[in-house]
């Protein structure tokens, strides 16, 4: 795990574009960094196979923008690894909630949101573009100051 670097854009990019219905542009990574929002990637024998973008606002929220695995590395954890690297750095930095949307039809997704201990807060109705037309979001939320016991909820 490392932070990403605006040389990474066009990796970024390979990996957004194999993996969403309308990937983020050059112009979008960009203003990202030039935003100061946190990006984080893991290498794997020296290549970019994932990465997380979130940011952070003086409020004590952070939202995580973009989560994507390369998808000859899905199914490995990797997803897995990038939101927990991501909660704590928010925690790190005194964030007291972290929010994130996701299309309704991710249910691999969803169901790792839910294993991270996300809950469900509200939908973004036709949020998403896809190939026929658009997609509602769920947005879920991670109250960073509670913490739970094994087994507890």
Same mark, same amino acid.
């Given at each position: @795990? /490392?932070?990403? &670097?605006?040389?990474?854009?066009?990796?970024?990019?390979?990996?957004?574009?194999?993996?969403?219905?309308?990937?983020?542009?050059?112009?979008?990574?960009?203003?990202?960094?030039?935003?100061?929002?946190?990006?984080?990637?893991?290498?794997?024998?020296?290549? &970019?196979?994932?990465?997380? @973008? $979130?940011?952070? &606002?003086?409020?004590?929220?952070?939202?995580?923008?973009?989560?994507?695995?390369?998808?000859?590395?899905?199914?490995?954890?990797?997803?897995?690894?990038?939101?927990?690297?991501?909660?704590?750095?928010?925690?790190?930095?005194? @964030?007291? $909630?972290?929010?994130?949307?996701?299309? /309704?039809?991710?249910?691999?997704?969803?169901?790792?949101?839910?294993? @991270?201990?996300? &809950?469900?807060?509200?939908?973004?109705?036709?949020?998403?573009?896809?190939?026929?037309? /658009?997609?509602?979001?769920?947005?879920?939320?991670?109250?960073?100051?509670?913490?739970?016991?094994?087994?507890?909820?």
């Amino acid at each position: @795990m /490392r932070k990403a &670097v605006e040389s990474d854009i066009p990796t970024l990019i390979a990996i957004e574009t194999a993996t969403q219905v309308a990937p983020w542009t050059e112009e979008i990574f960009q203003q990202c960094f030039k935003a100061g929002y946190d990006c984080w990637v893991i290498d794997k024998d020296n290549q &970019v196979i994932a990465f997380i @973008m $979130m940011s952070s &606002v003086l409020t004590g929220e952070s939202h995580i923008l973009d989560v994507c695995v390369d998808p000859h590395y899905q199914r490995r954890g990797y997803g897995r690894e990038l939101l927990g690297y991501a909660i704590s750095q928010a925690k790190y930095k005194g @964030m007291a $909630m972290i929010y994130l949307e996701v299309r /309704r039809s991710n249910d691999k997704a969803i169901r790792l949101y839910h294993q @991270m201990e996300f &809950v469900q807060i509200g939908e973004r109705k036709n949020y998403y573009p896809t190939t026929t037309g /658009r997609e509602d979001a769920l947005v879920f939320a991670k109250d960073l100051s509670v913490t739970y016991l094994a087994g507890s909820q």
